[in-house]
């Protein structure tokens, strides 16, 4: 398969399917793919993943099709304490990230995914993109510890569910599993 071609979701595919899908394509794509560059960045199957993710989102109906940031933030090397920007699409972003400060820095130090209906009401919540009104953000963890998470935000509330977070844990295994960290 054409790698372009990995990115197109047929329409009327239910998120599982998508999600499937999603985790099919990435399979393929990281097969083979474990070089490393750039500060130590798997950059390849994240930013991949980033693309399939985004695409997959604007597949699939409302909520989904309002995601406005899917991508990734990784452990800073020079700080165990920090997330640093990642593989992403959607508006510019934080750079950095501090362990426990808003929703990508709870996920990275209670090691646990944080599913956020309504981010106005999740404590320390930083506004990278004002338009984001919900967000899922699911650590990636290796040999004990958060190397990564995964960091999806959607213009509306109550964008993601149960599904969702079980579909991204599965990638975030993956991710974990094929990726030299």
């Known amino acids: 398969m054409v790698h372009a ?22 399979r393929a794509l990281f097969d083979g793919q474990r070089n490393w560059f750039a500060d130590e960045y798997q950059v390849c199957n994240f930013a991949n993943t980033a693309s399939l993710l985004w695409h997959a989102y604007h597949s699939l109906p409302a909520p989904s099709s309002s995601v ?11 700080n165990p304490q920090q997330l640093l920007l990642g593989p992403f699409h959607g508006q ?27 981010v106005e009401k999740f404590p320390g919540h930083i506004a990278c993109d004002g338009a984001s009104k919900s967000e ?12 990564a998470i995964i960091d999806i935000d959607c213009a509306e509330e109550n964008g993601f569910d149960e599904e969702d977070q079980k579909a991204l844990e599965e990638l975030a295994a993956l991710l974990a599993e094929s990726c030299d960290f």
């Not at 990115?7 to 239910?14: P, T, Y």
């Open 5 to 26: 071609d990995a990115s197109a979701f047929a329409d009327g595919l239910s998120k599982h399917e998508v999600y499937a899908q999603v985790l099919e394509q990435a």
């Open 68 to 78: 406005n940031w899917s991508g990734f933030y990784f452990l800073n090397p020079s």
């Open 136 to 147: 899922v953000v699911v650590p990636i963890i290796k040999e004990g510890k958060v190397v």
């Open 92 to 118: 510019v972003a934080c750079q950095t990230i501090a362990f426990g400060r808003g929703v990508c820095g709870a996920a990275a130090k209670t090691m646990q995914t944080q599913l956020v209906p309504d």
